[in-house]
């Protein structure tokens, strides 16, 4: 059932609430490995600030992120006949899509909340020390954010080619 011609005020209403969702949700996490970086850079409390705050952002920006699937949905759905689920590159982004959830979901954000809980644990004095040396968070929370940096620049890959996805439309 066709809702809304493609040039119509209500599909471009839907399709601005859909980018804009995406620059607020994606823009949200693109830039963590930078956060990251000013954590790592900063020791205690300053560092875990910095990741707290990089979490949340990231928390908030995930809905805006959930929309931009929503929308798109709707975009196929209210349009004329312009486009369809079987066009390759809406199968495709949506594929891809639910990729990255998976990625989010399953590997990056588990880690993100360990290192949170890492980075509380040394602050609140639950560090453990083997003998003299550092606590023996900092090998888990080093190999834990090497992790993240893979899932991470894997998610903004993915990112940059359904973007090209939606914009060539091949």
């Avoid at 809905?63 to 709707?74: D, T, W």
């Avoid at 998976?102 to 290192?115: D, F, V």
């Avoid at 083997?130 to 023996?136: A, I, M, R, V």
């Amino acid at each position: 059932m066709v809702l809304a011609a493609i040039d119509s005020d209500a599909y471009e209403i839907v399709l601005a609430l859909h980018i804009l969702c995406a620059i607020v949700g994606f823009g949200a996490v693109f830039l963590n490995g930078i956060y990251a970086q000013q954590a790592g850079a900063r020791k205690g409390r300053e560092g875990l600030a910095i990741s707290e705050a990089n979490y949340l952002v990231s928390t908030v920006g995930e809905y805006f992120i959930y929309a931009v699937f929503l929308l798109g949905i709707a975009l196929v759905l209210i349009g004329d006949d312009a486009w369809d689920f079987g066009d390759t590159w809406i199968w495709l982004s949506m594929a891809l899509y639910l990729v990255g959830i998976g990625i989010s979901h399953g590997l990056l954000n588990p880690r993100a909340r360990r290192m949170l809980a890492l980075q509380r644990e040394m602050l609140g004095g639950g560090d453990s020390t083997e003998g003299s040396g550092p606590p023996t968070q900092i090998a888990e929370l080093e190999a834990m954010g090497k992790q993240v940096g893979v899932y991470g620049a894997i998610l903004n890959v993915l990112v940059v080619v359904v973007l090209a996805l939606m914009v060539f439309k091949p």
